[in-house]
């Protein structure tokens, strides 16, 4: 089945401690990018990246990083997480061609609380 | 700079009556469109997009949306909504930079 997965699916850790959230899509899309939904704001994209090793800030880069060493695979790290970015994260990625054209496919997302 | 403008936080609606969510955005050039549903706890699926050609497009579940140009709007319809429509709708604007609008809950009453 063609999907974006995410994982993990809810997490709830400390302030200052490390964590990674993975994704991880089997469509072979070379675009993909990482939003945060918050009450009355919407989606605002964090990074995304057009191919492997390319990767570029969105709206809301700050205290984010991301790699993308292979296609599938686009890890979101927040390297020292603070009660600010407990939200919502979604992994989403694009068919190839101009990104965007044919609409994104979602993973199912991360509830991230940082206490 | 490029933005998206979802009016309504919230709408309710009747079970069968028609539904019309509304969506403004700014955008340097023509942009691609998209309006996007989430259902409590999932993620984003899409309803339909535009970019190019007839100004009226068919999307999944019965929807259409069209895309007004002089207005910069691109509302989307329904002529006749069921129950299971209920969740929340996100307008998107963009290319590689996609914008998401606030989003519009729509509650469903029987």
């Known amino acids: 089945e063609a999907q974006v997965t995410q994982n993990p699916r809810y997490l709830i850790t400390v302030t200052g401690k490390k964590l990674t959230v993975t994704c991880s899509q089997n469509m072979n899309h070379e675009y993909m990018s990482w939003y945060r939904q918050d009450p009355g704001l919407g989606l605002r994209q964090i990074y995304y990246?057009?191919?492997?090793?390319?990767?570029d800030k969105g709206d809301v880069p700050e205290g984010y990083k991301v790699s993308r060493k292979e296609k599938r695979n686009f890890p979101l790290i927040l390297e020292s997480p603070s009660p600010n970015q407990t939200s919502l994260y979604f992994c989403?990625?694009?068919?190839?061609?101009?990104?965007?054209?044919?609409?994104?496919?979602f993973g199912s997302g991360t509830r991230l609380t940082v206490v | 700079a490029q933005s998206v403008t979802q009016p309504d936080i919230h709408i309710t609606v009747s079970e069968g009556a028609s539904l019309e969510l509304r969506c403004n955005y700014s955008y340097g050039a023509t942009p691609y469109l998209f309006w996007y549903v989430q259902s409590p706890g999932q993620g984003l699926q899409l309803l339909l997009k535009y970019f190019s050609g007839d100004t009226l497009v068919q999307g999944i579940k019965g929807f259409e949306a069209e895309f007004k140009r002089s207005q910069s709007s691109f509302n989307l319809r329904k002529p006749s909504v069921h129950w299971s429509d209920a969740a929340e709708y996100f307008c998107a604007v963009g290319r590689n930079d996609m914008r998401f609008g606030a989003g519009t809950r729509l509650t469903v009453k029987p």
């Open positions: 989403a990625s694009s068919p190839p061609g101009t990104p965007g054209r044919l609409g994104y496919t």
């Open positions: 990246s057009m191919n492997v090793e390319v990767t």
